[in-house]
C-alpha cells in the first residue's frame, strides 16, 4: 500500500513501481472516477460500491496470484480509516504486505495537483479551484506518520514492514528504485 495526503505522488510513483515490476497498479482514483459519475461523493451508495469494488479486486488479485500496489490517502489519526485499512488487509494476514509513505511540503502538493498526468488521469480533480480547495482544507488532517507525535496507525504499521519516503525532490523513476532496492531488503 503507498499512502499519503493528495498529490504526493502515489499514483505515478506506484506507476514506476509496477513498471519496473511485476507488480499492478490500483490506484484509488481507478474506482473513485467511475462511481462519482453516477453518485454523490458523500452519499451511502458511493461508500458501499467503493469499499466493495476495492475488496473485489483484492481479492480476485490474491486468487490470480496477482502482486498489487494499492494508493490511498490515509488519515493516520482516524480510526475509523484505521478499521478500513484493517479491512482491506485482513483476509492477507501474513502475506508478504508492505506500507510505503510517500511524504512532500504543501507547495510541492500543490504544483503536482495540476500535473496533465493527474489532470488526465482523475476527472474530479479538473476543476482546479475545487481541487486546490480540497487539497488545503485536507490539511487539517494527519496523512503522514511522525516519530514524535504517535497515531493511531502506528501500531498497524509496526507489525509491517513501513518505509517513509519524502519525495519532494525525488523524480518518480528515482522514489520507485528506492521503494523496489527497500522492498527486496524487507
Do not use: C
Not at 29 to 47: G, K, M, N, R, Y
Not at 86 to 101: H, K, Q, T
Not at 143 to 157: C, Q, R, Y
Not at 162 to 167: A, E, I, K, S, V
Request: proline fraction near 5%; charge should be negative.
Amino acid at each position: 500500500m503507498i499512502f499519503g495526503p493528495p498529490a504526493v505522488g502515489k499514483m505515478t510513483v506506484g506507476r514506476e513501481v509496477a513498471a519496473r515490476s511485476g507488480f499492478r497498479l490500483l490506484h484509488n482514483h481507478a474506482t473513485i472516477e467511475p462511481l462519482i459519475q453516477v453518485f454523490d461523493w458523500d452519499s451511502a451508495a458511493f461508500a458501499t460500491l467503493n469499499r466493495e469494488f476495492r475488496r473485489r479486486i483484492f481479492e480476485e488479485a490474491a486468487a490470480a496470484g496477482v502482486d498489487l500496489i494499492f494508493s490511498a490517502v490515509w488519515n493516520v489519526d482516524d480510526p475509523a480509516d484505521l478499521d478500513y485499512v484493517r479491512e482491506l488487509i485482513a483476509p492477507y494476514d501474513g502475506w508478504p504486505i508492505a506500507f510505503v509513505e510517500l511524504t512532500a511540503d504543501l507547495p510541492t502538493r500543490l504544483d503536482r495537483n495540476r500535473t496533465e498526468r493527474r489532470l488526465m488521469e482523475k476527472a474530479s480533480k479538473r476543476n482546479l479551484e475545487w481541487s486546490e480547495t480540497n487539497l488545503r482544507e485536507l490539511e487539517q488532517h494527519r496523512m503522514n506518520t511522525d516519530a514524535a507525535l504517535p497515531s493511531v496507525a502506528d501500531e498497524l504499521l509496526s507489525r509491517y514492514s513501513h518505509l517513509r519516503l519524502d519525495n519532494t525532490d525525488l523524480p518518480p523513476e528515482q522514489a520507485a528504485e528506492l521503494i523496489l532496492a527497500w522492498l527486496d531488503r524487507a
